[in-house]
């Protein structure tokens, strides 16, 4: 199962001219957060770079796959993790703390409707990007057809983020 | 010339499949250094986002064009600019500090010979990555077919750069 997704990972990715070299088509990281439903409630990631001062990954969600709800807290004195979401293929819905949009056009994973509840949508299109500040709930959805992601962020420390979901274990 | 040139960045990218928003094909930077041959030294660059954590571009550069040698010094208490040049398409070849290659495969552009010094050769063809360590002198040249690559680094403060050509009028 995770094979199969790190396979269809490799050719999304390639399908839309995104070359990877050997090492990282060996270490697609495909997260199910713990939840074992991995289409429902999933990504699978490329991490670039991630050292002291920045991180560049790239994103691939399946046909309406969901990233949980969850937040970068601030952590010490440090400022939480802000990430740039650049679309580069499909369509992303992202939700973030804020004023709620009247009709939200993801579907809520079912069974986990708890583990939603923040609603100010933005929609991404190929070329779009959107910041996402520091200590902000977000969580995000792939169009019917799926989406690649270019995640641009300060430094990636997976183990201090919070998700809604008590029942999550990301890292 | 500079929209010309502006032009054919677009054509480029879109023919890798790098899609732009409508802003960023209105504001596609061309520089060339101030040296007036940009053909030969000079650089096309998108911003997608420079803030004060990190900072993320598209560099395209045409067939064997170069961008010549430079340095991110540190700034009072802030290390220097830390870049990861990550090739998309094309080839590019990477000087650095460094042992110098016995041979390299880059053409220095002619009359400037003077101002390239550092000769540690990097090959990058796609899927490729180098991250070249703040305050480090480094220049760089596509190959025949030109190149797409995708920097990723800490924040860009342009007007920090110290060339080696003492011509040179980055900002
Ligand atoms: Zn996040
Ligand atoms: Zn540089």
């Known amino acids: 199962m ?5 396979k ?8 839309n ?3 990877l070299n050997k090492n990282e088509r060996n270490h697609i990281e495909v997260v199910d957060f713990g939840l074992n439903q991995l289409e ?44 740039t979401f650049r679309c580069r293929a499909g369509k992303v819905w992202l939700y973030l703390e804020g004023e ?19 609603f100010h949508e933005i929609e991404l299109n190929p070329g779009d990007q959107f910041t ?13 057809e799926g989406a690649i992601i270019s995640e641009f962020s300060s430094t990636s420390r997976d183990e201090f983020d919070i998700f809604t979901d008590p029942s999550i274990q990301r890292v």
Chains 1, 2 share one sequence.
């Not at 995770?2 to 790190?6: F, G, L, V, W």
């Not at 269809?8 to 399908?15: E, G, M, R, Y």
């Not at 200590?135 to 995000?140: A, E, P, V």
């Open 40 to 83: 429902k409630q999933g990504l699978q990631i490329i991490v670039y770079e991630n050292n002291d001062r920045y991180c560049a990954k790239e994103l691939v969600l399946f046909s309406n796959q969901t990233c949980p709800e969850h937040s970068h807290p601030n952590v010490g004195e440090e400022e939480g993790k802000m990430e």
């Open 8 to 15: 269809k990972t490799i050719k999304i990715l390639d399908q």
């Open 100 to 118: 709620s949009s009247e009709r939200i056009q993801a579907k809520i994973p079912k069974g986990s409707e708890d583990y939603y509840t923040v």
């Open 132 to 144: 996402i500040p520091p200590d902000t709930l977000h969580w995000f959805q792939a169009g019917e």
């Open 17 to 19: 001219g995104i070359v």
């Open 2 to 6: 995770i094979e199969d997704a790190a």
